[in-house]
């Protein structure tokens, strides 16, 4: 650690900061060069030096040390004593210990970052889907077993703990937990990458199931200190709305224009330390807040309007306030914009402010920073960015919008219609009158090129062009984030081809083709296999030779030659057993409904959908039901048990994946109160799912459902999530579900279902055409009709919206038939346990690909073009 010392008027917290060099050992945190870091050691005073050194923080290595940490958190931190350190003050002392640990790391990397200066990767993403930090960083720290046994000393379990931690739930699902999983590969890959977010005070809301209806809990998630953050208060960025532009002519006779006159909040970092696994690198998380702009105003104070004042301060708090629960769906919300513009302008005020302290020409930008879009919501980033450099740094229009491009890449998520986000025209001109300029500007010239290499082409320009001439006239942000970006990426093979051939055919034909590649997404072994199933990273590890699989997820291929070894089947279906075990008592505990882990548990855990179709999952457990009714008692011993466990959230506001949460759990109050049924078959719905519901959940699959109608599930992650414990899919030739078969192979998974390119033709005939509904389904359709599940007026939309000249968007009716015979295949399966082991492990030896290691690399080489900064040694 280098040394240094510091006025009492300049708080050196911003420690990437902090080697500023002014004469006579004063600092501040601005304005150093990397070449003039050299001489700051020098000039810091030997004596200082070694002082320094003499009280570095200690890093607790032992049971023992970490004691010493743990009592005097509770004593002073937390102002606690032996006498009242219950289990959350316990948890809270433990993981301050932890977090200083991990900020040690987390100066050193900001520092060697800031000496080396390399070229940074910034992940913007409206969404960062954590979960919980503790058990993720004392795995990464390796002190998880030191820890445990310093807690047990005082009779603290260390499971217990974990479980008085929020989740941070600062996401709805997949693309915030893509993001989750990119900066911890970031961290442990050592690439110098920051994630830049939003701390919203309220994550995705907390589900209840009353009555089998889905009831909306608000997550406040901070109700106490938050050790995982470091607050930047020093660090405080004014971000303008509303306002105008006006036009001047400089000395020069250049013409210009500035916004200005606009309302003005502030953006306060908050700093989430994000560590490695089997590295000291700890990168960050910065996520903002936003507050009241200091400035007060006097004017209206004066007047006598000091309530209507201080409202009006307030209003910038609600800035920040809560994640919108729409997951794959756009809501055009003026507070939504004003979300998006405030993060993308604090994090490029920031990111353009460290850039300038190294004193580079600007050409040298996109040398040093790359910028990625997560979807199309930090589009504005781009619109930003020329802003700063045209208006603000006085550069070229041309110089500029160069810059500009080849510093973003942009990431497509869907390829659903109700998903693409277009913002109208007055809404961003009222909010950010300056940008809407520039907007108009960047649309003119690339329309302009159009025209010279298409001549005539009149129709092409106006499919291509950023500004919907609908009523009232929109901005497309996707064709935006393409025109401003170097490369376009969608996350799976399937869906990096269908948006070249659907949705930006057009742009594919303008640009280069290779402006348009893929990068399939990938999930942290760290958390989805270390952390969730220690039981099985640990009997891997054992076969392997140790833990280098969690650094290099190819190594598990190692597991193959087990993959027939009946010992080795026994230990890994006990773990599975196990694991099982632990899902029931989650089970128990929430529902009160028993299961038994001798049951083949079968799940559908994420979002809920139409696209992702639980509507046809439970359509078949209830035809499963009736066949179970229909069949004899000797006829029944035959059927496989099962227990069907749905999980998963829906938007607050839709209405159909509302009543398909209901129907399910109106047919788990029927089925599993059926006493001839009994153990045969169980529904459960587990209520509020989330990240550390899902580590439980996960490792515990027999079978996962990945059935969402061909084309529109882009890539999936927890596909790849069950699969790496061990769990075998049912599944659609969908998304990453395509990629999971090419590797673990097609006998070790039961695909099904009509493939993507026959959608538009089936779509068609149901539109133009007489179809059936399939006869199953009708039955299945008649019982719910009959009212066994309730007031079956509860569920005719649902059944409209497929049977009774429903025009069956998503395939259910389709896909039925080849859905139920997957499922006979999978009863087949299982019944031979030896060979579903055997499927088990090699599916697992070939999950290597999906490691987000391997995501980050790829982008790292083609998209970003950074390299790891290596450790010191
Ligand atoms: C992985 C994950 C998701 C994504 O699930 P998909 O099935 O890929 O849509 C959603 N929510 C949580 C909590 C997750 O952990």
Same mark, same amino acid.
């Given at each position: 650690m280098s040394l240094f010392n510091f006025g009492?008027?300049?708080?050196?917290?911003?420690s990437e900061e902090q080697f500023t060099p002014r004469p006579r050992h004063k600092r501040t945190f601005t304005g150093f060069t990397p070449r003039e870091l050299k001489s700051i050691d020098a000039v810091i005073p030997l004596e200082h030096r070694n002082l320094w050194k003499k009280y570095a923080i200690g890093e607790f290595q032992t049971k023992e040390e970490f004691q010493g940490e743990f009592v005097r958190h509770v004593e002073?931190?937390?102002?606690?004593?032996l006498y009242n350190c219950d289990e959350l003050a316990a948890y809270q002392a433990a993981s301050q210990a932890i977090r200083d640990r991990l900020i040690v790391a987390w100066n050193k990397t900001q520092q060697k970052h800031t000496l080396r200066d390399p070229k940074r990767i910034y992940y913007l993403s409206l969404?960062?889907?954590?979960?919980?930090?503790m058990d993720n960083a004392m795995l990464n720290l390796n002190v998880k077993q030191l820890t445990g046994d310093g807690v047990s000393g005082f009779g603290f379990r260390l499971e217990d703990l974990i479980e008085k931690e929020p989740d941070?739930?600062?996401?709805?699902?997949g693309l915030g937990r893509l993001a989750a999983c990119f900066i911890d590969s970031l961290s442990t890959l050592n690439y110098p990458g920051w994630g830049y977010g939003l701390r919203y005070q309220y994550g995705i809301f907390k589900q209840k199931i009353i009555d089998g209806y889905q009831v909306e809990q608000p997550?406040?998630?901070?109700t106490f200190d938050n050790a995982w953050e470091i607050p930047r208060t020093e660090i405080a960025i004014d971000v303008m709305f509303y306002g105008y532009t006006r036009k001047f002519t400089d000395d020069e006779g250049k013409v210009h224009r500035i916004w200005e006159g606009g309302d003005l909040v502030q953006a306060v970092p908050y700093d989430f330390p994000v560590p490695g696994y089997g590295t000291e690198n700890v990168n960050n998380l910065r996520l903002w807040s936003s507050k009241p702009?200091?400035?007060?105003d006097f004017a209206k104070f004066n007047e006598g309007a000091y309530d209507q004042s201080v409202a009006e301060q307030q209003?910038?708090?609600?800035?920040?306030?809560?994640?919108?629960?729409?997951?794959?769906f756009y809501l055009g919300k003026e507070l939504r914009l004003k979300q998006q513009y405030f993060w993308v302008a604090a994090s490029l005020s920031d990111i353009v402010r460290r850039f300038k302290k190294s004193r580079r020409?600007?050409?040298e930008f996109s040398d040093q920073i790359a910028i990625q879009l997560?979807?199309?919501?930090?589009?504005l980033a781009v619109v930003e960015l020329q802003r700063i450099l045209?208006?603000?740094?006085?550069?070229?229009w041309d110089e500029a919008w160069e810059i500009v491009t080849s510093t973003f890449g942009y990431t497509n998520h869907t390829v659903?219609?109700?998903a693409l986000e277009k913002w109208q025209v007055d809404l961003i001109g009222n909010l950010l009158p300056r940008h809407l300029e520039i907007i108009y500007d960047i649309n003119l010239y690339f329309l302009q090129d159009v025209e010279k290499r298409f001549p005539g082409d009149h129709d092409l320009l106006s499919r291509v062009?950023?500004?919907?001439?609908?009523n009232p006239r929109q901005v497309r942000m996707a064709y935006l984030a393409i025109i401003g970006s170097h490369k376009v990426n969608g996350v799976a093979e399937l869906h990096s081809e269908l948006i070249k051939t659907t949705i930006f055919k057009d742009f594919v034909k303008i640009y280069n083709e290779d402006k348009f590649t893929n990068v399939t997404n990938g999930i942290t072994p760290?958390?989805?296999?270390?952390?969730?199933n220690p039981k099985l990273s640990k009997l891997i590890a054992e076969k392997l030779g140790g833990y280098d699989f969690l650094n290099?997820?190819?190594?598990?291929?190692?597991?193959e030659k087990y993959a027939n070894d009946k010992t080795f089947h026994k230990e890994w279906l006990e773990i599975k057993r196990a694991n099982k075990a632990r899902l029931a008592a989650l089970i128990k505990s929430q529902s009160g409904v028993e299961v038994d882990?001798?049951?083949?548990?079968d799940i559908q855990v994420k979002r809920i959908h139409e696209y992702k179709r639980q509507q046809m999952n439970i359509f078949s457990v209830i035809y499963r039901y009736l066949q179970l009714k229909a069949a004899s008692p000797e006829e029944r011993k035959k059927f496989q048990k099962r227990v069907s466990i749905f999980g998963g959230k829906s938007a607050p506001g839709y209405y159909m994946a509302k009543t398909i949460i209901k129907l399910i759990n109106a047919v788990g109050a029927v089925v599993n109160n059926d006493a001839e049924i009994g153990d045969l078959l169980k529904v459960v719905f587990i209520e509020d799912y989330n990240v550390s519901k899902a580590e439980i959940i996960t490792p515990a699959s027999d079978i996962s459902h990945?059935?969402?109608?061909? $084309?529109?599930?882009? @890539?999936?992650t927890s596909n790849m999530k069950f699969v790496l414990n061990g769990g075998l899919i049912i599944g659609t030739v969908d998304g990453a579900n395509i990629e999971i078969t090419r590797e673990i192979g097609e006998n070790n998974i039961f695909l099904f279902g009509h493939l993507a390119e026959d959608v538009e033709d089936l779509r068609h005939s149901h539109r133009f055409g007489h179809t059936e509904l399939n006869p199953d389904l009708q039955k299945v359709f008649d019982v719910i009709e009959s009212g066994l599940f309730g007031d079956a007026n509860i569920y005719s939309n649902l059944l409209n919206s497929i $049977?009774?000249?429903? @025009?069956?968007y998503y395939l259910v009716s389709d896909d039925f038939a080849s859905f139920l015979n997957a499922q006979q295949q999978v009863d087949k399966a299982y019944a031979d346990q030896d060979a579903w082991a055997q499927k088990s492990i090699t599916a697992v030896a070939n999950?290597?690909?999906?490691s987000s290691d391997r995501a980050i690399n790829e982008y790292a080489e083609n998209i970003w073009q950074i390299e790891p900064v290596p450790l010191d040694n």
């Open positions: 009492p008027t300049s708080p050196l917290t911003d002073t931190t937390l102002a606690r004593s969404e960062f889907l954590m979960g919980r930090a941070a739930a600062l996401g709805n699902g997550d406040y998630w901070l702009n200091r400035e007060f209003q910038a708090e609600t800035i920040s306030a809560v994640l919108y629960p729409n997951d794959n020409p600007w050409i997560n979807d199309t919501h930090p589009t045209v208006d603000r740094e006085g550069l070229d659903l219609p109700e062009s950023i500004i919907e001439e609908s760290r958390r989805w296999l270390h952390q969730a290099n997820l190819g190594l598990l291929k190692g597991l882990t001798n049951a083949l548990f990945h059935i969402s109608t061909a $084309g529109t599930e882009a @890539s999936g $049977g009774n000249h429903g @025009s069956d999950m290597g690909f999906f």
